[in-house]
């Protein structure tokens, strides 16, 4: 286990990027997953989460996911979060 919660950058779920490591996150269905291998713990991913649950993270203005995002950025959160929803 991490002896301490690893500085997420959530603003990288727009991307499809993941929060820990700024690997790219894979489509695993209801998922996403990072490519790359845990720090500690090789047969688990880096991180992963539904796909539901990033979207709202990206709507929701009280998220950290929000507070690094440009204005561009912001308005291109329907957009990224109608594809992340047709994807599921």
């Keep these: 286990m991490f002896t301490e919660k690893p500085h997420r950058k959530w603003q990288n779920l727009l991307y499809k990027k993941c929060p820990n490591c700024d690997g790219d996150l894979v489509d695993n269905g209801h998922y996403f997953t990072c490519k790359n291998p845990h720090p500690l713990e090789a047969h688990r991913s880096c991180f992963f989460i539904k796909k539901e649950t990033a979207a709202a993270y990206l ?4 998220h950290p996911a929000h507070f690094c995002l440009t204005a561009d950025e912001k308005e291109q959160i329907t957009k990224v979060v109608n594809t992340m929803s047709s994807e599921v």
């Design 59 to 62: 709507v929701n203005p009280n």
